[in-house]
Nanobody, 124 residues
Framework: QAQLVESGGGLVQTGGSLRLSCAAS????????MGWFRQAPGKEREFVAA????????LYSDAVKGRFTISRDNAKNTVYLQMSSLKLEDTAVYYC?????????????????WGQGTQVTVSS
């Protein structure tokens, strides 16, 4: 059974950086677009970033564009999210997801496999 496991979350001050990792097991996701989503308390889950299987395409939400970078290492079956210049509003549980499609898509309905999430807390 396919499994996605996120790691790398934690507590960081505003302006700081964190790198999240998402390790996939049970099957290879090298052909799948992979994405990161986040959910803050009391808010709906929102799209953060996506990367195509070959890493040729990337998509970012306006909220993180220029501050976050998504990457992947298909040899390790791992996806990363490098987060810089973190803001208080970046506080959320971050989820990794594997898309059912090759296209770069933002809606969560396009993603069929999800990790359990990792908490990112940004403090002032």
């Amino acid at each position: 059974q396919a499994q996605l496991v996120e790691s790398g979350g934690g507590l960081v001050q505003t302006g700081g950086s964190l790198r999240l990792s998402c390790a996939a097991s049970g099957r290879t996701f090298s052909d799948n677009t992979m994405g990161w989503f986040r959910q803050a308390p009391g808010k709906e889950r929102e799209f953060v970033a996506a990367i195509s299987g070959s890493s040729s395409g990337r998509l970012y939400s306006d909220a993180v564009k220029g501050r976050f970078t998504i990457s992947r290492d298909n040899a390790k079956n791992t996806v990363y999210l490098q987060m810089s210049s973190l803001k208080l509003e970046d506080t959320a549980v971050y989820y990794c997801a594997a898309s059912n499609f090759r296209q770069l898509l933002a809606p969560s309905s396009a993603y069929g496999s999800w990790g359990q999430g990792t908490q990112v807390t940004v403090s002032s």
